[in-house]
């Protein structure tokens, strides 16, 4: 049910920059990551340059691990933790502005919108949050945990912009983002762990039930449902009227909703994909839970190489311009070069690092399983 926790807030930020229509979805995220891999889309690319060697410009110490990943808007970072709380924090230096303490641990990455904060625990409620003051505006509760992160969409005549939110109760919800009703609730047959990716006026993703779901998102309405050949934790790219996903039988798969059919599928050893892939003009990189990165032809899924890391990659990997950055369990952030997969630099952390980086402004922010937040950028 939802609950209404304040007045309507006033809308500070704008649209983020992003028209979101029925086709013509950016490919890369500008100035600003708002979400979970940097768009709508979910395709992982930034318009940004790293440094060469990257520094460490400050950490932020919460009471718990950090599987969230970061939003980043302007001046300000939002990130959630397992200590329950979902974290405001300045870019520049990390000191923290506001928190927010939750029904339950923060895992899913929050959505920064027209001046809220939206994000879902791993109890069961999805909360809208004022950015600038962390006052709450509305939740509304599920029937089970939340580890999908929250996508949104503008469609149809009216350009109405509605929130998206998959729940471990089989459900995907439409949220009004300013009132938390919901517009529609499309049931699956079992948990759906990634967040919906959209585009084309349609929202796709997988879940437990071993579906690729293929959703309207202005009535909720299935189009089409496809067989993965095996459950599906990890969020999908949608390009072009394809799905690139991970499933848990060891595959790489790219699905075109149009046809309803997978058109090509990558195995290379038997370990299952959790991490989201980051979708260029002509390469697909995807971390795999044996201990490496992978980087595929788009259009053929055959591949290009591979990089060994120490530990599983469920860390979702980001390319920004030349390069790709991305964490590992044996507890390292690397960036290697996208054209060769050669290392060209690391960061011992310590502690496995599962949550996906956020790029911007040649920054880099991301968490860890030892509790801390950690930005990287050029030296000071």
Known sequence: ????????????????????????LPLRAGTDWPMFRGNPQLTGVSDTRLPESPALRWTFKTGAEVKSSAAILGDRVFIGSGDSNLYCLQLKDGKKLWSFRADGPVEASPLVL????????????????????????????????????????????????????????????SFAPDTGKTNWVFETGNYINGTPAVGDGVTAFGGCDAIVHVVDVLSGRKQKEIEAGAYIAASG??????????????????????????VW???????????????TSDRVVVGGRDKR??????DTGEAVWVFPTRGKVDSSPVVAGDRVVFGSDDGRLYIVSLADGKE?????????VQSSPAVVDGAVVVG?????????????
């Open 1 to 24: 049910m939802v609950v209404a926790m304040g007045k309507r807030w006033g809308l500070r930020h704008g649209t983020l920059g992003i028209a979101l229509l029925l086709g013509g």
């Open 114 to 173: 027209d001046g809220r904060v939206y994000f879902g625990t791993a109890n069961t409620n999805v909360y809208a949050l004022d950015a600038d003051t962390g006052k709450p505006v509305w939740s509304f509760g599920l029937e089970d945990k939340i580890l999908s992160s929250p996508n949104w969409v503008s469609a149809g005549p009216s350009q109405r912009k509605d929130i998206l939110v998959g729940g471990y109760d089989f459900k995907l919800y």
């Open 237 to 262: 790219s949608l390009v072009d009227g394809r799905l690139y996903v991970g499933h848990y039988e060891n595959a790489f798969i790219c699905v075109d909703l149009r046809a309803g059919k997978i």
């Open 265 to 279: 599928t990558y195995k290379d050893r038997a370990f299952p994909y959790f991490s989201s892939p980051a979708v």
């Open 293 to 298: 990165l992978h980087c595929l032809k788009r």
């Open 344 to 352: 060209l630099w690391n960061y011992e952390i310590g502690q496995p």
């Open 368 to 380: 860890s399983d030892d509790g801390s937040i950690y930005c990287f950028g050029a030296r000071q």
